[in-house]
């Protein structure tokens, strides 16, 4: 298998996407620290699942990474659950809009803190273990890292530092540690109330040319596709069915 021996740490990997991509680094050899900052039952679930396929071959790790001391404390265990680190997926992030006006210091925490403090922080506090193994970092962005979102702008503006990160990172570690991110488009609808509204959805639909949403085995396929080609490094790929494209 791909991964068979590695080693790899998801934040936020209890749900959605998160937990897509672990089972599919799981089912491709990999052995799996799952992150979670409050989703302790989905976390817990998912370890019990992956050790019931291989056991032994997950652990996973309560977190709250707006903390420095908890980041680099994760970055430890994380290097010692396995005895080694050759994966590292910045998965964890918050999502909600801030209009203008009603943004607060702590929508500014929040937003900036997961969605770009805790990626530079946690990749500079595994980058000596995946240094040893010839690692690899892979990013969650947005398309809306490249083109804003209404109402958003505190998020787009984290994701688009995270990007920026995607390349500062892939210089800076390189030649032992390739960096890269994926943009994602609509996969899965948010966990809110506006987001449920059929005709908004359908609003949305409309303004991607595929006129469908992708699927978190798309998302998590191509964390795959980055960890199994060792050429590429300092490249964000969108996974948005063409989303973008509309916007430009």
Known sequence: MLLAGKSALVTGAANRIGAQ?????HQNGANLIIH???SRTGAQALEQELNAERPGSAVCYQGDLSDIEAI???AQKAAQAFDRLDILVNNASSFYPTRLGEISERDWQD???SNFKTPLFLSQACY???RETDGAIVNMLDIYASSPLKNHSLYCCAKAAN???VKSLALEMAPQVRVNGIAPGAILWPESSDASDPEKQQELLRKIPLQRTGSPDAIAQTVLFLLGHDYI???VIRVD???LLSSI
Request: glycine content about 16%; proline content about 4%; overall charge positive.
């Open 241 to 243: 069915g063409g989303r």
């Open 111 to 113: 937003l900036i803190g």
């Open 36 to 38: 979670y900052r409050n």
């Open 128 to 130: 000596p273990s995946l």
């Open 21 to 25: 991509i672990a089972r599919t680094l």
């Open 163 to 165: 990007q920026m990160l």
């Open 72 to 74: 680099e404390s994760l």
């Open 233 to 235: 490094t300092g490249e």
